[in-house]
């Protein structure tokens, strides 16, 4: 592998919206699925509508990867919790870095306020 290539694959690559808000949703503490979705909902202002089947297609592939984990608990057997796992809390900081440095580079390059409204 040349070096660039090397550089490459040490990159983290961009979470998907969905996966992002599900590990920003999980990051203060386990929570199970109609809360997850809720705190989604509230984290991105109502504009990632998310429904039982995106959230748990999506929770079924995170855990797949190590990111997140179902836990035993049972309160109530209707539902199901989930945590972050450390390769979660990890690619949500890696995440949260790579959006820093876009936010920063935009300020260098001047990109009016109106376009990081997000800050």
Do not use: C, W
Request: aromatic residues 4%; glycine residues 10%.
């Amino acid at each position: 592998m040349n070096p660039v290539n090397a550089k490459k694959a040490l990159e983290p690559t961009p979470l998907t919206p969905a996966v992002f808000h599900i590990l920003l949703a999980l990051a203060d503490g386990r929570k199970h699925g109609y809360a997850i979705m809720k705190q989604v909902e509230a984290d991105s202002g109502g504009s990632l509508p998310m429904g039982p089947g995106t959230l748990y297609g999506s929770l079924q592939r995170m855990s797949a990867a190590g990111l997140v984990e179902e836990l035993e608990e049972l309160d109530d057997e209707r539902r199901r919790y989930y945590r972050l796992t450390g390769t979660g809390e990890r690619a949500l900081t890696s995440e949260l870095t790579r959006l820093r440095r876009a936010l920063t580079m935009a300020k260098r390059k001047g990109v009016p306020a109106s376009a990081r409204a997000a800050e």
